[in-house]
Every structure is written in C-alpha cells, then in structure tokens.
C-alpha cells in the first residue's frame, strides 16, 4: 500500500500529492509504531518462555528428588518401640532431613 501511495506521489500527472503524502506519513508512523510493540511483544514472550523452562527444570528436579527421597522413605522399616531401635531409625532418618533442609534452603533462594 505503501508503495502504491509512492508511486501515485511520484506521478507528474498528479497535481495534489498533498493528502496523499500525509496519508503515507501516518501509515509510516503506525507502521513504526507497530514494529515497536511488536518487538517488545516479541522480547516479552522470550523472556516468559525462559522463565517457564526455567520452572520446568526446576519442577523436573523436585520431581526427581522427591520420588527418590520417597524410595528411600519407603525402604526404611516401620516405626519400633524398642528404645534402641528407635534410637537407630532416628539416626538413620538425620540424613533425610538434612537433605529436605538443604533442599528448602535452595528452593528459597532460587525463588528469590
């Protein structure tokens, strides 16, 4: 459309290129326009687009982590009353925990 609006301006024939001329100049205008919002769209959506693979790599590892942290759960043997086995699965259940703290820590810092 542009470059029709152009070529009739260019005409020598044509006697008032004025409206035309103004006419072309606000469609250029809108085009500019138009390109800008559309790379800020354009950044916009890449920016979203590494923040959700980011997430999902995330919500990958969690998923990881939390089914073998599940396994290992699962391994253990049911809670005793003897004061000496208790005193065992206590000891064996301090490497979980510390691994879900560890695990909390970083969450909230990758969160931040």
Do not use: F
């Not at 919002?37 to 354009?42: D, F, K, P, T």
């Not at 590494?50 to 990958?60: D, G, K, T, V």
């Not at 969690?62 to 049911?78: F, G, H, I, Q, S």
Request: proline residues 3%; charged residues 40%.
């Amino acid at each position: 459309m542009m470059r029709l609006g152009k070529a009739l301006v260019g005409k020598k024939d044509v006697t008032d290129t004025g409206p035309c001329k103004e006419t072309l100049r606000e469609l250029e205008e809108k085009w500019r326009e138009l390109t800008e919002v559309l790379g800020e769209r354009q950044s916009q959506n890449r920016a979203r687009k590494q923040s959700l693979n980011a997430y999902e790599a995330m919500r990958e590892e969690v998923t990881r982590w939390l089914a073998k942290m599940e396994r290992r759960l699962d391994a253990l043997e049911p809670v005793a009353v003897d004061l000496d086995i208790l005193r065992r699965q206590a000891e064996e259940l301090k490497p979980l925990s510390q691994e879900h703290q560890v695990g909390e820590i970083r969450e909230k810092q990758t969160c931040s």
